[in-house]
């Protein structure tokens, strides 16, 4: 058997991620390796880390990248923080909701959730009179839930978790870079972002930040454990009561003296992948946070008046949609999969379906970071509706194309990306 160079398919991807990746970080991820001590590296350590606090919107000491997928970022702030028999609220509205509890029970966390309908995002209010029901240590919540195309309004519930001494940790994989997200502002303690979405960014890291709230809590375990208490503290009773983090390579205590001054050996570094986020970084903070979110909002209005022209529905409540998921019910009759087949073959558009109850009843179109362009959605769109033409789909012919192109008629001020 002979395997031949890598040479894959021209794609268009439109999913929810992962996304095309800007040719600018393919670029870089080409760079040559550096020795993970080397102090021309540990500058790139300590640019990136600068760069994801202003896309975090936050002036926390603590904020770099988990090596791993996004989960990797999850798990690293849920394990570093939950003890067993802590009590923790999920308010679920789709399924990265199930996995945030997943990841808490497993570290043994007294799990409470809530749920809404998916396609709906709780009202700020029942979140809060929850809180205060159950009083958990944490509540773990997801902002941008790519598997609804819904966005959960944060703001409340993080002045209501301060206010109650309650730790707040938010899941902004597919919401980072895309839309407005403030760390700070809103009151959370700690966040965890997604590479390979808005970011345009492989797969592989997951940026995090957390406050001094958290590291209080990290520092505490961190001490009796590794035998590097003081006498007082040894004998300190609250702090025997901390038990170790289960898991040595998320164990927060031990990223923050690897990212910190200290340097201390922990893991390799994945020299390219922070490459490539350095430079996804340097392009959303070159092309301006506000004027990003602008470019996002701009083509998911294309986009939906190119669906909603075709004659398709949107699924989802419209007040609380998420701008970089686009999520259309399925028209009767039709079968989701050939279509989404007929896409890939003969375009080499993808599109995605969804999880759960929503399998097999809704597309979802993402228009995250550099796959969030004009041409992809006006592609995807012709591409669409020559499907469904074929598929004896009940839709509007030759009317998408024109109403998205209004939309592209209209005044808008391109972004300031320069490399
Ligand atoms: C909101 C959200 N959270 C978490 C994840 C998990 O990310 P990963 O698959 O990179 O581990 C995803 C992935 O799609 C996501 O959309």
């Known amino acids: 058997m002979t395997f031949t160079e890598l040479n894959t398919p021209q794609r268009t991807i439109m999913t929810p991620g992962p996304v095309e990746v800007d040719p600018r970080v393919l670029r870089a991820m080409s760079t040559p390796i550096l020795g993970q001590f080397d102090p021309a590296f540990t500058k790139i350590m300590n640019e990136v880390m600068e760069m994801l606090r202003q896309v975090f919107k936050t002036s926390n000491k603590w904020a770099f990248p988990v090596d791993g997928t996004s989960r ?18 999920v308010p679920i509205f789709g399924r990265f909701g199930h996995l945030l509890t997943e990841i808490c029970e497993r570290y043994g966390a007294e799990v409470h959730t809530i749920e809404c309908p998916w396609g709906e995002v709780f009202d700020q209010e029942v979140v809060i009179e929850e809180i205060k029901k159950i009083q958990p240590k944490v509540t773990a919540m997801v902002h941008g839930e790519t598997s609804t195309g819904c966005m959960q309004p944060l703001e409340l519930i993080g002045a209501a978790c301060r206010e109650m001494d309650i730790l707040f940790i938010v899941d902004a994989v597919a919401s980072i870079g895309g839309v407005d997200i403030r760390v700070d502002d809103w009151f959370i303690d700690g966040l965890i972002g997604g590479t390979q979405k808005c970011l345009s960014v492989p797969s592989g890291m997951s940026p995090i930040t957390y406050n001094h709230r958290i590291e209080r809590v990290i520092s505490a375990r961190k001490k009796v454990e590794r035998g590097i208490s003081t006498e007082e503290d040894r004998k300190s009773e609250l702090d025997m009561r901390h038990p ?16 910190g001054p200290r340097r201390l050996n922990h893991h390799t570094e994945a020299t390219s992948m922070l490459y490539a986020l350095r430079e996804g970084l340097r392009i959303v903070l070159q092309e301006g946070l506000e004027e990003r979110f602008d470019r996002h909002a701009y083509h998911e209005r294309a986009l ?7 004659g398709l529905d949107l699924y989802g409540e419209r007040s609380s949609k998420l701008t970089t998921v686009t999520c259309i019910k399925v028209p009767q009759g039709i079968d989701p999969e050939a279509v989404r087949g007929m896409l890939l073959d003969e375009f080499g558009v993808e599109i995605a379906k969804s999880f759960g109850p929503l399998e097999g009843k809704i597309w979802r179109i993402g228009t995250m970071g ?3 362009r004009k041409e992809n959605i006006l592609y ?12 004896n789909a009940p839709i509007k012919i030759g009317q998408s194309l024109q109403a998205t192109l209004d939309v592209y008629s ?6 300031k990306v320069t490399s």
């Open 72 to 89: 990797s970022g999850i798990e690293a702030l849920l394990c570093s923080v939950i003890e067993p028999g802590d009590k923790v609220l």
């Open 244 to 259: 170790m983090v289960k898991s040595n390579y998320l164990d927060l205590s031990m990223l923050q003296d690897y990212w």
């Open 304 to 310: 939906i008046a190119g669906i909603e022209a075709m």
């Open 370 to 372: 550099y796959s969030c």
């Open 380 to 391: 995807t769109l012709s591409a669409l509706e020559a499907v469904l033409i074929r598929h």
């Open 410 to 415: 209209e005044k808008y001020t391109p972004n």
